[in-house]
């Protein structure tokens, strides 16, 4: 499962309708309006990023109203802390 934060950014006026089609989209977990350069937040999950990049170009880049999107991959914490790997294991390091 591929999970990834959409920023988009509006029309001027188009936020909220923008903010509620994109909550429509299937893959969408839910939207947000948000502050900034970019106006709404959207929060995706897909099989894989073949199917992201779908809902990215077909489904959010095509609702009317949004001008550009920024495509944020997340990971967990977890895995981004290394915590997935046995605790204790260690190379050993021999000089010379």
Same mark, same amino acid.
């Given at each position: 499962? !591929? ?8 029309? $001027?006026?188009?936020?909220?309708? !923008? ?13 947000? %309006?948000?502050?900034? $350069? ?5 929060? !995706?999950?897909?099989?894989? %990023? ?15 109203? !949004? ?8 990971? $967990? ?20």
């Amino acid at each position: 499962m !591929v999970h990834a934060y959409v920023l988009a950014e509006t029309r $001027p006026g188009a936020v909220v309708k !923008v903010s509620e089609l994109v909550a429509e989209i299937p893959g969408v977990r839910f939207t947000k %309006i948000i502050t900034g $350069p970019y106006d709404v937040i959207a929060a !995706v999950e897909a099989e894989s %990023i073949e199917d992201l990049g779908k809902v990215v170009l077909h489904g959010i880049r095509a609702v009317e109203g !949004v001008t550009r999107t920024l495509t944020c991959r997340s990971a $967990p914490a977890r895995v981004a802390s290394g915590a997935g790997l046995q605790s204790g294991a260690s190379e050993k390091r021999r000089d010379g």
